[in-house]
């Protein structure tokens, strides 16, 4: 069975500085990897995702993430953080095969101007 | 319409009542899910349609849960006998197909407090 976990529940940076929200996966098989941001009062957005190929996958609003298969990670990255990236992370995956997705808990990302 | 569509945003209702929560997908999605999301957590799996039928209702927490979807579109969640421990925001999405290798779109949610 596929899980995912995210360690932190908060991560502060300062605006401008880089970020990383961590998530790291168990998988059987070949994992597919997602992550979703929840901005407040709004719906959770899709951002990237890995299903194969190269380990450095780009996605929308300027972030990427990295997949490292043997530290079994996924975290998602950011060289320059904005105020209004400040929101809630998830990072996804199915549970097995073509199953629906398990979340994390998320990860709470504030940026402080 | 332009996204999913949930409705209505907020439900309150008295414990042991029968509520109804609707789903209006992006047209032409085939792929219909339930998440349920508590203060704090990340979103719960509930139910998944692909076309009419529930391919994998295993997220269901019990019998009291039940969902439709007559007519591969619109899906409506359906919970009776209401408890104080239903109340959370729930989560519709959809998708062309499986969720595995194609992006959810998410609703707004509709946010269900059990008094």
């Known amino acids: 069975a596929q899980s995912v976990a995210q360690p932190e529940d908060q991560v502060n940076v300062a605006e401008g500085n880089p970020l990383t929200v961590k998530c790291t996966y168990s998988?059987?098989?070949?994992?597919?990897l997602f992550w979703y941001v929840q901005y407040p009062n709004r719906g959770l957005q899709f951002l990237l995702k890995y299903i194969t190929g190269d380990n450095l996958v780009k996605g929308s609003y300027g972030f990427e993430a990295e997949f490292n298969k043997s530290q079994t990670s996924f975290h998602l990255k950011k060289p320059s953080a904005l105020v209004s990236d400040s929101a809630l992370y998830f990072c996804a995956a199915p549970i097995s095969g073509n199953t629906p997705l398990v979340f994390g808990k998320g990860t709470r990302l504030s940026v402080i101007a | 319409g332009a996204g999913v569509s949930q409705t209505p945003s907020n439900k309150v209702t008295e414990k042991g009542k029968y509520v109804e929560l609707r789903c209006d997908p992006i047209?032409?999605?085939?792929?219909l899910y339930w998440y349920r999301q508590s203060l704090g957590q990340g979103p719960e799996f509930l139910i998944y349609?692909?076309?009419?039928?529930?391919?994998?209702d295993s997220g269901l927490p019990n019998d009291r849960f039940f969902a439709v979807r007559p007519e591969g579109s619109v899906s409506t969640l359906k919970i009776q006998r209401t408890e104080r421990g239903d109340s959370a925001v729930y989560l519709c999405?959809?998708?062309?197909?499986?969720?595995?290798?194609?992006?959810?779109?998410f609703g707004s949610g509709t946010q269900l407090s059990v008094l």
């Open positions: 999405a959809s998708s062309f197909g499986p969720a595995t290798n194609e992006k959810l779109f």
């Open positions: 998988v059987s098989g070949n994992p597919y």
């Open positions: 047209s032409g999605h085939t792929a």
């Open positions: 349609f692909q076309g009419t039928g529930a391919a994998d």
